[in-house]
């Protein structure tokens, strides 16, 4: 299963505010944003979405910065994925053309097992099981270079 690159940008998100906890550093979105490699812009929505799931606390002024709530630390990655993701199937079966096999056919049952398989495994994990690696704070939350 792939998941969508906003749902790997809100777990980049979590991972590295998590991570930023342990190393007792303020958390922007610019820092995620040059950590992950992705726009400023789109790690806003990301952490948009996180605040909305009561995941998230984002402060605003010159002290200010993400941090993550309890809720954020407790959450297990598969419930954060489902919610990221939202329900969606594994394969369109009937997207633009229905397919032929449809009535028939086992391929979308087995793959749903599949894909609710993949989410209670991660249920197994927090956000803060994930980034207890003592070296993602070093990596991950150096500053951002300036370009010249």
Request: aromatic share 4%; proline share 3%.
């Amino acid at each position: 299963m792939q998941l969508t690159r906003f749902t790997d940008l809100g777990l980049r998100a979590m991972m590295l505010l998590s991570a930023g906890e342990f190393a007792d550093k303020r958390v922007t979105t610019g820092r995620i944003a040059a950590s992950a490699g992705a726009s400023e812009n789109h790690i806003a929505k990301a952490v948009s979405r996180l605040v909305e799931l009561g995941l998230v606390e984002a402060r605003r002024g010159r002290i200010g910065g993400l941090s993550l709530t309890e809720a954020g630390r407790t959450a297990s990655v598969g419930w954060l994925v489902r919610e990221l993701e939202g329900d969606r199937e594994v394969v369109n079966c009937q997207g633009e053309t229905a397919c032929p096999l449809i009535a028939g056919c086992r391929l979308r049952h087995a793959l749903a097992r599949a894909k609710e398989a993949f989410y209670a495994e991660l249920d197994n994990y927090t956000v803060s099981d994930l980034a207890r690696s003592p070296t993602l704070s070093l990596i991950q939350l150096a500053p951002p270079t300036s370009a010249r």
